[in-house]
Every structure is written in structure tokens, then in C-alpha cells.
């Protein structure tokens, strides 16, 4: 964790990019902007139902994940900005990942775009926590998977950014925001092993959801 705290630091001084920290957090969803969970217009999921449960099933994902899950969204509710902070931080502090946030005419970090992103991070962290797993929320995974691919990346802030994340950032991803979480899960005095299982939870919902935005990057008929 220390490393990853470093990394802030790294991000202020070599990208100038303090503000995204205090970048205050709506109040409601409907205020985060780019955010469309639950809206007529996204796209239906080409993934089913019956698969997600399937899924979720082949992940050992259980109600008692679930309850778990809940349980840490309450534990982390008042703790997002500082989670942020280090998930930017670690961003930042790696040229490689803060290259899909640059702008295309001249390789500098997007301020407006990652304060966007943020905003969204942010509301995605709530969501994690509290899905239901239904039609809705299995629509805005793909939406979301849409985001990061050339085909919608940028689309919904305008951004001059770069067109594309490569799909290898989206698997490496799965650690550090698992991983980074832990020490956050700790922070309400839950006993060891009520932790452990919040952590788990947790890193199931993120494979899970990593898995269903990898969808736009697998060719026809293999997903």
C-alpha cells in the first residue's frame, strides 16, 4: 500500500493533477455525469441472464457474497474519495495507464475527462456493492465494456482522448482494485475474518464484472 500511496504523490508532481482529489462527489446518480444505468437507450446485453447466473455459479459467487458485498458498501461508503485517491494515484504514477486518459493532439493527461472518470469510479464503486444482477444492471455492464473499447470509448464526454483501452489493462486491472480495497474493508473494526469475506465478495463482483466488459473485445460467437 505504501508504494501505491507514493504513486499520489508521483501524480500531483509529475502531472499536476491535485484537483482530482478534491473533486467533490455528487450527492445522487442522476448528477454524475456520463452516468446511464437503468436508461431506455443503452443497448440491450447480448449476455443472458441465464448466463450471468451461470456466471456467477462458475465464480462460487453465493448470497453469502452477496450480504457481503452489501456489508462492504456500507464499510466503504464514507471512504471512496480516499479510495479514488490511490486508484488515481496508482494511474498516475504509471505512464502506460494514465496514457489512455491523454489527449490525442499532444500525450497530456485530460483534466476534464479524469475528473469525469472519477465522478464515475466513484458511483461504480455504490454499484458494485449494492447490484441486484438484474436486466438493468447486466445492460450497463456491456455498456460500460462499450466504454472501453474503440467502438464507444470517449463517445459519452466528447473527450479528444485516445480511441481505445487494450483488453490485456482490463485483466491486469483486476488486481490492484481488488488487492487495494483490503486495507479499506479493515477500517470499521470488523474482526479478521468478516474482512476476508468482504474481500472476496468483493474481488468475485470485480472478475465478474471484468468479464462481461471483455464482451466488445471477443470475436463473434467465442465470448
Known sequence: MSALRAGIAA?????????????????????????????????????????????????????EDAAHLNLAGEVLADQIEDVLDVWYGYVGANPHLIYYFTNKADGQPNMEYLGRVRQRFAQWIRD???????????????????????????????????????????????????ATVKPFLANQGHDAGTVEKMHAAWTKAVVLQTILWSHPYIREGDF
Not at 14 to 40: D, H, I, K, R
Request: no cysteine; net charge negative.
Open 11 to 63: 501524480l500531483a508532481m509529475s502531472l499536476n493533477v491535485t484537483a482530482l482529489s478534491a473533486v467533490s462527489l455528487p450527492a445522487a446518480a442522476e448528477s454524475v455525469p456520463g452516468y446511464t444505468f437503468g436508461s431506455p437507450d443503452l443497448p440491450r446485453s447480448p449476455v443472458s441472464l441465464e448466463d450471468l447466473e451461470l456466471l456467477k455459479q462458475t465464480l462460487l459467487f453465493t448470497d
Open 128 to 178: 458494485t456493492t449494492a447490484a441486484d444482477y438484474d436486466q438493468a444492471w447486466l445492460d450497463y455492464q456491456h455498456e460500460i465494456g462499450r466504454r472501453h473499447h474503440r467502438i464507444g470509448k470517449n463517445e459519452v464526454d466528447a473527450a479528444p482522448s485516445v480511441d481505445h483501452i487494450h483488453f490485456r489493462y482490463l485483466v491486469a486491472f483486476i488486481y490492484p482494485i481488488s
